[in-house]
């Protein structure tokens, strides 16, 4: 018997066709050159594992406060303080995950809408529908920069939120100052929020990711994220900053869904702050380095600066990115097409987050199928 009618419609109308295309050709291959990950591939500082080790056989396996464990909220804003002289509410999330979807529940109206940058994280535009707004897209091709005049033509009266990501997932590209500048006076003139996915900000490689915090500190969401950072992504860990009204909400909406972020990893989160990842960053620079030198002169791209995940333009001759994806995964290479992350299907992401031979073999396979010698 079909269950589809115990089905609402809003989650029906979610389209995963073209990823499930790619999902289906990828369950057939066998020990594939995984260039599609998520997630950094080093394993969890020592330090880090053991605190959460020890909090569960200390007995610390119960509910924390909704908010968080004080000290750890404490932690996290002592370290907002000390970077940006900034002092917002601050609530512990199940991931940045549980951050969006909290934020969209807390301030959308039905027919709200919010601006986001094309490409974007795949989440973005179905969590907006799922909570009755109406994402609107801003094309950022090809250099992908946060452009305010194209921002700023598509506010309109019912503008609430400005969503930016950066360093940006499928991009790696980190936003410019004067972007993030511009679009925080947007949001001022505008009185929208401004939501700022951080998630990779510690995984920065050519000098600190600037902040819309510094320009409208009074009106920006900063949602912050442990899983990318300190390789811990199924703790399921972020945070929220930002306006008092805002963070006052979500987490009452917190406490009727989420409840409270995973204990244990909490307690690990307050060794993680304090741990030194910049070995990881310096490894993940020379992979960034690494995959560049290996597509260059074969693919157009820009150079990213960020997280672990490059977007270059699929080569002449395919009719989509995603025609170049299902030739990779032929070959055994398993990359995604950028319609997952876009109103185009030009593009696709390779992520660096694998071992350097991979990323060497995977470029020389992507290289041979542009350069048609495959
Ligand atoms: C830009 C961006 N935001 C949010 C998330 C979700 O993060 P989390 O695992 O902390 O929920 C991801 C995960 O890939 C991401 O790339």
Known sequence: MSSQQFLAEK??????????????????????????????????PDPIKQAAISAIEEGHNSYTVTHGLPELREKIGAQLKADYDWEPSVLVTCGVSGGLVLAMMACLNPGD????????????????????????VVDCY??????????????????????????????????????????????RRHDALLVSDEIYTVLSYDGPCPTPVRHAPERTLLLGGFGKSYGITGWRMGYAAGPADVVAQMAKLQQYTFVCAPRMAQHACLTALSTDVSQHVSDYRRKRDLVVSALEGTFEFVRPSGGFYIFPKAPAGFASATAFVEEAIAHNVLIIPGNVFSERDSHFRVSYAVPDEKIIEGCQVLCSIAQGKS
């Open 142 to 187: 090809d250099d992908f920069k946060l452009k305010p005049e194209k921002f700023e033509a598509a506010v309109s009266d019912r503008t609430k939120m400005i969503l930016v990501n950066s360093p940006g997932n499928p991009t790696g590209i980190v936003a410019g100052d004067a972007e993030l500048k511009a679009l925080a006076e947007l949001a």
């Open 11 to 44: 989650v029906t109308t979610i389209g995963s066709s073209g990823i499930r295309r790619i999902f289906d050709l990828a369950a057939k291959m066998t020990d594939p050159i995984d260039m599609s990950m998520g997630q950094p591939d080093f394993d969890t």
């Open 113 to 136: 809408e919010v601006i986001i940058g094309d490409p974007y994280f795949v989440s973005y535009k179905h969590l907006v529908n799922l909570f009755g707004g109406t994402p609107v």
